[in-house]
């Protein structure tokens, strides 16, 4: 038993260490220069080597790698280049959202799968059987880009239940306990902000 955890231990860091890999890639052989991007359009060369300087863009892929490899595992994941904030603090600011939304998904589709998979089973062939696996494979092969927009204009404009743009109705004023919506609307009995909707 203790093989297999720390065969698996190793082979989680081996994966780790490809994604990393990867990740720094894609950032770095993406086109255009970095140190333009966060100059600007108009700025001199000397002004864009101290900028690759700062951020050792001008050292050796491998080097660059090692420096951000090293300040990644301290928690410092850089500042943002639309809004100059760090990076973490976004993605914390950022994380009770992802949260509530991953976590509403999975108990939806859990409930949603688990009744229609026992249904299925029970009445095999039926009607309801093949309604379901048709269901199941369009939304399988759906790309997810145009599910959620066809979601948003049902929900959104047909319906009129959730909101289109944000996470509130405009009009709706939320006392922050813990910056989970749900939660905090929960504790201050605010159902309007629960609900997300102004008008409901």
């Not at 203790?2 to 860091?13: P, S, T, V």
């Not at 059987?129 to 759906?142: C, K, N, P, Q, W």
């Not at 145009?146 to 939320?174: C, K, T």
Request: proline residues 3%.
């Amino acid at each position: 038993m203790k093989k297999y955890i720390l065969r698996r231990a190793l082979e989680l860091l081996v994966v780790l260490f490809i994604i990393s890999i990867i990740a720094f890639l894609l950032i770095r052989l993406a086109p255009g220069d970095p140190a333009q991007i966060l100059a600007g359009e108009h700025v001199t060369q000397k002004i864009l080597e101290e900028i690759r300087e700062r951020y050792g863009l001008n050292k050796p892929l491998i080097v660059q790698y090692l420096i951000w490899m090293e300040k990644v595992l301290k928690g410092d994941f850089g500042r943002s280049i639309r809004t100059n904030e760090k990076v973490l603090t976004e993605l914390l600011y950022r994380f009770p959202n992802t949260f509530e939304l991953s976590l509403c998904a999975i108990v939806i589709a859990s409930l949603v799968g688990i009744f229609a998979g026992i249904i299925s089973s029970v009445k095999r062939g039926s009607f309801f059987d093949y309604l379901t696996m048709t269901i199941a494979l369009f939304g399988v092969s759906m790309p997810v880009f145009w599910l959620g927009i066809m979601l948003m204009l049902i929900f959104g404009v047909w319906l009129n239940i959730l909101p289109i743009s944000g996470r509130l109705d405009v009009g709706i004023n939320l006392t922050r306990v813990t910056n989970f919506i749900l939660l905090d609307s929960l504790l201050t009995f605010n159902f309007r902000a629960f609900m997300m909707r102004s008008n409901i």
